[in-house]
T-cell receptor, first 113, second 114 residues
Framework: GDSVTQMEGPVTLSEEAFLTINCTYT??????LFWYVQYPGEGLQLLLKATKADDKGSNKGFEATYRKETTSFHLEKGSVQVSDSAVYFCALSRQGGSEKLVFGKGTKLTVNP | AAGVIQSPRHLIKEKRETATLKCYPI?????VYWYQQGPGQDPQFLISFYEKMQSDKGSIPDRFSAQQFSDYHSELNMSSLELGDSALYFCASRREGGMNTEAFFGQGTRLTVV
């Protein structure tokens, strides 16, 4: 079945450091790929998405590129802030995003001042 | 902008009791998804509805049932509650065929079974 594997956490960085959270997927066809963020005590918020190969999703300084050849969708940010501290989930959905989301295990990011 | 509304936000129940969680999707969204997130876990898909019909089913226990009503709100009914049912339950909605196809999540209902 479909699955998402993402980098185990927790990840601790200093403010203004570079962030990479790795995500790879297994799925038939061409799934849509997502990054969701969950702040403490909050629900899931869509951070960015990509629906086809070589698409780059970006939002709030975060970026991820849909790489079909490596089945990856790594999340990057050039300079993290304390406010970026949260849990990040990589996810996929088939049929253009109309099917259920399959999530990775999540990566907890802590950014220290 | 209107978001997905879930109620209640917090719920404490005893073992073997029943619980009903409610989800009010974003206006004009016709698809609802339910997810269960255990402590420190990733969200697991339970069930989904499209136009008031069940569209997909995941790892939902037989003790749980759900439906989507004519006004598109959905309810998740949980009976014979067990300690292991303690989790954060998310509802998400989307509009089938809309330009933005992603699902929008509610704040979740935190269920504690004691």
């Amino acid at each position: 079945g479909d699955s998402v594997t993402q980098m185990e956490g927790p990840v601790t960085l200093s403010e203004e450091a570079f962030l990479t959270i790795n995500c790879t997927y297994t799925a038939t066809g061409y799934p849509s790929l997502f990054w969701y963020v969950q702040y403490p005590g909050e629900g899931l918020q869509l951070l960015l998405k990509a629906t086809k190969a070589d698409d780059k999703g970006s939002n709030k300084g975060f970026e991820a590129t849909y790489r079909k050849e490596t089945t990856s969708f790594h999340l990057e940010k050039g300079s993290v802030q304390v406010s970026d501290s949260a849990v990040y989930f990589c996810a996929l959905s088939r049929q253009g995003g109309s099917e259920k989301l399959v999530f990775g295990k999540g990566t907890k990011l802590t950014v220290n001042p | 902008a209107a978001g997905v509304i879930q109620s209640p936000r917090h719920l404490i129940k005893e073992k073997r009791e029943t619980a009903t969680l409610k989800c009010y999707p974003i206006p004009r969204h016709d698809t609802v998804y339910w997810y269960q997130q255990g402590p420190g876990q990733d969200p697991q898909f339970l069930i989904s509805f499209y136009e008031k019909m069940q569209s997909d089913k995941g790892s939902i226990p037989d003790r749980f049932s759900a439906q989507q009503f004519s006004d598109y709100h959905s309810e998740l009914n949980m009976s014979s509650l067990e300690l292991g049912d303690s989790a954060l339950y998310f509802c998400a909605s989307r509009r089938e065929g809309g330009m933005n196809t992603e699902a929008f999540f509610g704040q979740g209902t935190r269920l504690t079974v004691v």
